[in-house]
């Protein structure tokens, strides 16, 4: 089949998140001038480069505190979920007004940064600390403003729980992250397979 993305594709759901799968969760903690706390999870997340160390995270439709906070306080942190996390995770999705710790929401743990004043989760395998560097407004074809907004952090402290780790490396079947797919699917990778960059021959 085919179809014009801006046309109705006749499918009972929008094909589109089903198909960019599958997509890490970053699981993004913020803390604002306040002194509030907030927690959530974003599957438009991902890393630009590793030189310098980018990664970014995107809010859809309306802005959420997560964006919001980390525009004010120039940083955020970014969790990695594991399979046991999995409905913790789920749980700091909900709606709660600001103000209220999804942290405490869903029974995990505050643990300090060393370079950012946000929490990183304590449970979680893996946090990376992040100064925000950009935040920026997508446009469309049409020169319009998306309904998004894009949070861009250069990485400046990385935390891992060494228990993921085999032989110095991190081991995927240690830490069994979950990944978003399509719909309300999520997925925990668990197996991997290795291969090579062929080299061009003269």
Same mark, same amino acid.
């Given at each position: 089949?085919?179809?014009?993305?801006? $046309?109705?594709?006749? *499918?009972?759901?929008?094909?589109?998140?089903?198909?960019?799968?599958?997509?890490?969760?970053?699981?993004?903690?913020?803390?604002?001038?306040?002194? $509030?706390?907030?927690?959530?999870?974003?599957?438009?997340?991902?890393?630009?480069?590793?030189?310098?160390?980018?990664?970014?995270?995107?809010?859809?439709?309306?802005?959420?505190?997560?964006?919001?906070?980390?525009?004010?306080?120039?940083?955020?942190?970014?969790?990695? /979920?594991?399979?046991?996390?999995?409905?913790?995770?789920?749980?700091?999705? /909900?709606?709660?007004?600001?103000?209220?710790?999804?942290?405490? /929401?869903?029974?995990?743990?505050?643990?300090?940064?060393?370079?950012?004043?946000?929490?990183?989760?304590?449970?979680?395998?893996?946090?990376?600390?992040?100064?925000?560097? $950009?935040?920026?407004?997508?446009?469309?074809?049409?020169?319009?403003?998306?309904?998004?907004?894009?949070?861009?952090?250069?990485?400046?402290?990385?935390?891992?729980?060494?228990?993921?780790?085999?032989?110095?490396?991190?081991?995927?079947r240690k830490a069994r992250p /979950?990944?978003? *797919?399509?719909?309300?699917?999520?997925?925990?990778?668990?197996?991997?397979?290795?291969? *090579?960059?062929?080299?061009?021959?003269?």
């Open positions: 089949m085919y179809y014009d993305a801006d $046309q109705d594709h006749g *499918l009972p759901h929008d094909p589109f998140k089903a198909l960019v799968v599958p997509r890490p969760i970053g699981w993004i903690s913020t803390r604002n001038r306040a002194g $509030q706390v907030n927690l959530a999870p974003y599957s438009y997340f991902n890393a630009l480069s590793d030189r310098p160390k980018l990664v970014f995270f995107s809010s859809s439709m309306e802005v959420k505190d997560s964006a919001t906070f980390a525009e004010e306080s120039g940083e955020f942190v970014a969790n990695f /979920v594991s399979e046991g996390l999995a409905e913790q995770m789920n749980a700091t999705s /909900v709606d709660a007004p600001r103000g209220i710790s999804e942290f405490a /929401v869903a029974g995990l743990h505050e643990a300090p940064c060393r370079r950012v004043s946000a929490p990183r989760v304590a449970e979680a395998y893996a946090a990376l600390e992040c100064k925000v560097t $950009q935040v920026l407004v997508p446009r469309m074809l049409d020169g319009t403003d998306a309904s998004a907004l894009v949070v861009f952090g250069q990485v400046v402290g990385v935390h891992i729980d060494e228990a993921i780790l085999t032989h110095g490396l991190v081991d995927v /979950v990944s978003r *797919l399509g719909y309300m699917e999520f997925s925990v990778t668990a197996d991997s397979f290795t291969m *090579l960059r062929p080299k061009w021959q003269k």
